[in-house]
């Protein structure tokens, strides 16, 4: 009698855990602006692909073997909707991670989860500390490789704060005088904007291209007044060539 193989159960690889994005403003902020700057920044580019608050599942059939990046930066893998990031199912693993560590997260991040991501093969491993009160210096970049890892060496800003190159991303990694997280382009010499940043500057763009386009409807009316002055001067003056025209043939 012939039995029927039994169909392996699907396995489950959850896209949430339940527990909030951050544990606090001094947390979110800075994620946020990290995960929207540097989606914006690379826009254009259809192979980056940059998230954050995800899962990363880089054992397939093991819904355990996850670890859930604040963020982090693919440089070769599409830019597309996704519930997780599945390492078997993308072309390579992420090439830049930051952590936006507190004191509850401060244990693994710097051991565990900075384990897990060497073994995976991760190029660039950051951590910042927004408060100020888990890390010295609140800003720390690794280049990572399996087996250990190579601290990145920063710069003292001439305004105050720190800077370190990121050669993953080709940007340097900030914190300002005031200790908040900023990505600098050195191609444009500018800071990567925040969202509120961003929507400022459309604003003031958009106010700007009003002034301008009510110039010029201004300078239009104003043309288009003169043209009118100019229009009945010449209809009076004709009338009036016309009138000593008719004196001159009439005197004749």
Known sequence: MNRLAAVPAPVDYPCSD????????????????????????????????VAGDMFVYFKEGDPGAVVAPDVFVVLGAPKHMRSSYKLWEEPKAPDFVLEVTSRSTRAEDEGRKREVYASLGVAEYWLFDPTGDWLAPRLQGFRLRAGGCR??????????????????????????????????????????????????????????RRAAEARLGEEVAAHRATRGRLEEEIAARDTHIAELEARLRSAS
């Open 18 to 49: 339940g527990k909030p994005l951050a544990e606090s403003d001094f947390q979110l902020k800075p994620l946020v602006y990290a995960i929207t700057a540097l989606q914006t920044h690379f826009l254009d580019r259809a192979q980056v692909y």
């Open 151 to 208: 601290a990145l060496q920063g710069v003292a800003l001439a305004g105050g704060g720190l800077g370190v190159h990121s050669e993953a991303l080709g940007l340097d990694v900030r914190h300002d005088e005031d200790g908040r997280l900023r990505f600098h382009d050195p191609a444009s010499g500018e800071d990567l904007p925040a969202h509120e940043e961003m929507r400022e500057q459309v604003e003031q763009e958009i106010g700007a």
